[in-house]
């Protein structure tokens, strides 16, 4: 069994801060998914089994979907991400030459030390075909930069709104 893909990043905010922003539609808009496929919400339950479902503008149009499994407030939250079509119905990703699963386990855990917050993402594919679990190990340098980016926008609308 492969050891989860795991994102560390450090934060100048409290870890309350860092929480609030996976918690509303206002601050999930400016700040989640790829830095070339800005977001619309869709919907956002953020409980545990709600949703946050999600339209990504990029080159093309492409939906995504959490389903929230736990929720700490403020230590970590744990859901199923997936793409999914415009009903929010859980859908194959798009991406014609790789094999990747239908549905990641994701959890972020923050810690806090004197005003710095320390995230720790964890991702694994579930429900996953060997050949999926194996497509998905295979692009995790893809999923730094791609993740990397995400967190990047974090950073900036952290610091926009401390301002």
């Known amino acids: 069994m492969e050891q989860p893909f795991t994102l560390n990043r450090t934060f100048n905010a409290s870890k309350e801060m860092i929480f609030d922003a996976f918690a509303t539609a206002e601050a999930l808009a400016q700040w989640w998914g790829p830095v070339e496929a800005p977001i619309d919400v869709v919907s956002l339950d953020f409980r545990p089994e709600g ?39 859980i859908s194959k990703p798009p991406f014609k030459d790789f094999d990747l699963p239908k549905e990641i386990l994701n959890t972020i855990t923050l810690t806090e030390t004197d005003g710095i917050t320390t995230l720790v993402l964890k ?36 610091n926009k709104i401390k301002k």
């Open 123 to 158: 991702s694994e594919p579930i429900n996953a075909s060997e050949s999926e679990i194996n497509c998905f190990y295979s692009i995790t340098e893809g999923m730094e930069q791609g993740f990397g980016g995400t967190l990047n926008q974090l950073a900036d609308y952290l």
């Open 51 to 89: 949703i946050f479902h999600y339209k990504m503008k990029g080159t093309r149009i492409s939906y995504g979907i959490f389903r929230y499994k736990k929720i700490e407030r403020p230590d970590n939250i744990t859901w199923i991400n997936s793409f999914a079509d415009e009903n929010g119905a």
